[in-house]
């Protein structure tokens, strides 16, 4: 934590860290202004953490998320915290970005403009983009841009960085943006297997830096807007950005709070999660020391990235079981939101035969709701068609909890969103249905495959080369048949390869003779384990789509 000082009273900085309320007190603060929604950054503490520990220290906690667009009620609200809340006062966000802003907002009508800046200068922020805001009434100028690009890219995970790739391998001469304000990129498909012990958790990183294509230039910042009609995205910090394509790929939002008390308890109390880097590492910790005792993994409605994920957790904790001798002392028990244990039927009869193996019961229409950490409690909704919803109740030595998922806030009340808050795609082009020079690839994308780090593989070169079709470089329009590809860890050394397309359709890359997918095989695990993650760092992000090229119509 590195506290910048505004003024005597109220200081900034990037992202702190429950640990970090000790020196906080010691320095002095007496309050703290959170402005970072929950739920930005896979290893961003919930608000609820930070205000524990707050807590805990004498500190007063306020959180004032700031939503898309960065409101002028926004920074009303903030200077009304400033007047009230006991000094001084350490207000913090991703950067510090959003807090230095809110409070230059919030003071331009009191402050000359000259000493705003220098305060926030001397701090180490930009203020730019607010002198121009505060000069239009508080509203973003559309007109004036900070950059354009041919293409813009929202998104450096998984499917922009290899969307970028794809698109400089064929038309080397585009001027492309990707924006995203992540430091770190991971390979998230490895967190099931870090939470095995299988791969070190340090395996599933590089830099941000590192994977971002030469001749592509990264924005470091996030996305508060987008206003298609003039072709602008816009940036924290009021920064606007103008574009001729663009192409939205941020991924999804994990919703912790939307599971009462969850996130006051993860990575503490036997609960965990293999969807956040800093936690898988704790699954593998809780299985080793498990020796008795009820053992949950939930799984929350649909969508949700990589749907199989959750079982895959409890397979390889359940082989672990199996292989100590201790299942017969351990009840595991899969909670499931849905109704059935896959969707593409074809895969069911060789999972069913490892849910017999480990004695799992299966538990349907099991929906979390809360959780109480210290007494080791969970409460799911239990919904039927014959009968009114009602609260289980579960006692767990260990619980493995897949979030709800949702599209990120920013996407969700933007104009390219669907009702469902995805953003409008047609299914086969990934063109958006309403802006025909957007385009949507990934998770945060609304057409109906699933969501897995396979499919943002294929879709890459789809959208690649329908944008060149677009700029009049290619004539052939390319169309995705929805593939996603599960790799069902149903034993250490064993996997069943789920791949399919749009309607459950059996889409596999393999023959039957080499590698059948409904069946668990020591080929398929090889495949995980060996091949999988070069091929993700070396070739699906450096634009080489070696079987990923896209089809053509």
């Known amino acids: ?46 608000a609820v953490e930070l205000e524990a520990a707050a807590s805990a220290r004498g500190i007063e906690f306020i959180h004032l998320p700031v939503v898309p667009g960065m409101s002028d009620d926004d920074a009303v609200q903030f200077g009304r915290l400033l007047k009230s809340l006991p000094k001084p006062t350490l207000a913090f966000c991703r950067t510090g970005t959003r807090s230095v802003s809110l409070w230059c907002l919030a003071n331009a009508s009191t402050q000359p403009l000259p000493v705003l ?32 690009y041919d293409v813009v890219i929202v998104g450096g995970g998984a499917a922009g960085i290899a969307c970028a790739s794809s698109l400089l391998a064929r038309a080397p001469n585009l ?6 304000p992540a430091d770190i990129h991971y390979y998230q498909p490895g967190w ?25 230039t990264w924005i470091k910042a996030a996305v508060t807007a987008f206003e298609p009609t003039e072709n602008a995205v816009i940036l924290e910090g009021c920064r606007v950005v103008k574009y001729n394509r663009l192409v939205v790929c941020p991924g999804l939002k994990l919703d912790w709070a939307k599971v009462a008390g969850l996130t006051e308890t993860l990575g503490r109390n036997g609960v ?36 199989g994920a959750p079982q895959k957790a409890m397979y390889l904790s359940a082989d672990h079981w199996y292989r100590q ?33 480990y004695d799992a019961k299966l538990k349907f229409q099991h929906n979390l709701v809360a959780i109480d950490g210290p007494g080791k409690k969970a409460y799911f909704t239990k919904t039927s068609s014959d009968r009114p919803a009602e609260t289980v109740e579960v006692q767990f030595d260990m619980i493995h909890v897949t979030p709800p998922q949702c599209a990120p806030d920013f996407v969700r009340v933007s104009p390219l969103a669907d009702a469902a ?79 399919f397309g749009y309607g459950g359709k059996l889409l596999p890359s393999f023959p039957a003779f080499v590698l059948d997918g409904r069946k668990p095989t020591r080929a398929a695990w090889w495949l995980k384990e060996r091949i999988l993650p070069p091929i993700y760092w070396h070739a699906m992000l450096k634009g080489k789509e070696w079987m990923a090229a896209p089809n053509v119509r």
């Open 1 to 46: 934590m590195d506290a910048k000082k505004l003024t005597d009273e109220l200081s900034v900085s990037a992202q702190i860290m429950p640990q970090d309320m000790v020196a906080l007190k010691q320095a002095g603060f007496r309050s703290v202004i959170c402005n970072r929604p929950d739920g930005e950054g896979t290893d961003q503490p919930s």
């Open 117 to 148: 800046l220098d305060a926030a200068k001397a701090a180490g922020y930009d203020m730019s983009g607010i002198v121009r805001r505060i000069a239009n009434g508080g509203k973003t100028p559309l007109h004036l841009a900070d950059a354009s």
């Open 175 to 180: 001027g492309i943006a990707a924006i995203d």
């Open 192 to 216: 099931t297997m870090v939470g095995a012990g299988v791969f070190d958790a340090a395996s599933t990183v590089h830099t941000m830096a590192a994977v971002v294509p030469s001749g592509v």
């Open 272 to 307: 965990t999660s293999n969807y956040r880097f800093d936690l898988a590492p704790y699954t593998w910790e809780l299985v080793r020391s498990l020796k008795s005792g009820n053992a949950i993994f939930t799984q929350p409605p649909m969508p949700i990235k990589c749907a």
């Open 325 to 357: 001798g201790l299942l017969r002392d351990i009840d595991v028990g899969f909670y499931n939101a849905g109704g059935v244990l896959f969707g593409v039927a074809d895969y069911v009869p060789a999972l069913m035969e490892y849910v017999k193996k």
């Open 421 to 499: 808050g995805w953003v409008s795609v047609d299914q086969g082009t990934l063109r958006h249905n309403t802006y025909e020079n957007i385009w949507s690839l990934g998770d945060v994308c609304s057409a109906p495959n699933a969501k897995t780090a396979a499919a943002a593989r294929k879709q890459a070169p789809i959208v690649a080369e329908n944008i060149c079709v677009d700029l009049g470089l290619r004539t052939k329009q390319a169309v995705y048949d929805g593939y996603g590809s599960c790799p069902l860890t149903v034993e250490r050394g064993k996997i069943v390869l789920a791949e």
